[in-house]
């Protein structure tokens, strides 16, 4: 089974874009029809959906971030990115990403990021 | 938008059979997958599909999905099983997860 590797700057200053980077080993990003996902969870809440990404490129996002949010794939490093621009204290969060589009399995071990003003 | 509803929180005692549910409009026309997070772990997958068990997942979990409500079931919970629970749904382009419900094995 693929294992997934979250990474990126663990604090993030107010108004500034948020760039993480999900790396896959263990199977290739490419192969297959494979969706690849960014979930987060705020401290003590729930899930939260951010949107996913086909390997061909193509994307689906959360309606509630669509406007902020940009998820990329690198097929030659075997990576998938997010990116969310313009972040606020309430986008403080554990950030996941996982193997699937509808169905997630298997997930990161997931990073905290933390938003400051 | 669309939501998916769950208690907050379901106790059990142990060696007895919990019941969390998932609530959303038509939600049985739709696949729904459950996940188990426990405390500082990621989630990880238990159901998908309405009732299809994960590898490796123990047979006391079983799921199903009718009406307006799907339902995670463990018979003979056991004291590994207290975690989160959320049940998760793919609606109109768009994933959406339930609150999650506290599972408390007393």
């Known amino acids: 089974q693929v294992q997934l590797q979250e990474s990126g700057p663990t604090l993030v200053k107010s108004s500034q874009t948020l760039s993480l980077t999900c790396t896959v080993s263990?199977?290739?990003?490419?192969?297959?029809?494979?969706?690849w996902s960014w979930i987060r969870q705020p401290a003590g809440e729930g899930l939260e959906w951010i949107g996913r990404?086909?390997?061909?490129?193509?994307?689906n996002y959360n309606p509630s971030l669509k406007s902020r949010v940009t998820i990329s794939i690198d097929t030659s490093k075997n990576q998938f990115s997010l990116e969310l621009t313009s972040v606020t204290a309430a986008d403080t969060a554990v950030y996941y990403c996982?193997?699937?589009?509808?169905?997630?399995?298997?997930w990161g071990q997931g990073t905290l990021v933390t938003v400051s003003s | 938008s669309y939501e998916l509803s769950q208690p907050p929180s379901v106790s059990v005692s142990p060696g007895q059979t919990a019941s969390i549910t998932c609530s959303g409009e038509?939600?049985?026309?739709?696949?729904v997958c459950w996940y188990q997070q426990k405390p500082g772990q990621s989630p990880l997958l238990v159901i998908s599909?309405?009732?299809m068990r994960r590898s490796g997942v123990p047979e006391r979990f079983s799921g199903s999905n009718s009406g307006n409500t799907a339902t995670l079931t463990i018979s003979g919970t056991q004291d590994v099983d207290e975690a989160d629970y959320y049940c998760?749904?793919?609606?109109?382009?768009?994933?959406?997860f339930g609150g999650g419900t506290k599972l408390t094995v007393l």
């Open positions: 996982a193997s699937g589009g509808t169905i997630f399995d298997p």
């Open positions: 263990g199977g290739s990003i490419s192969s297959g029809n494979y969706y």
């Open positions: 990404i086909y390997s061909s490129g193509s994307t």
């Open positions: 038509e939600l049985g026309s739709r696949y």
């Open positions: 599909q309405d009732t």
């Open positions: 998760q749904a793919w609606v109109s382009n768009a994933v959406v």
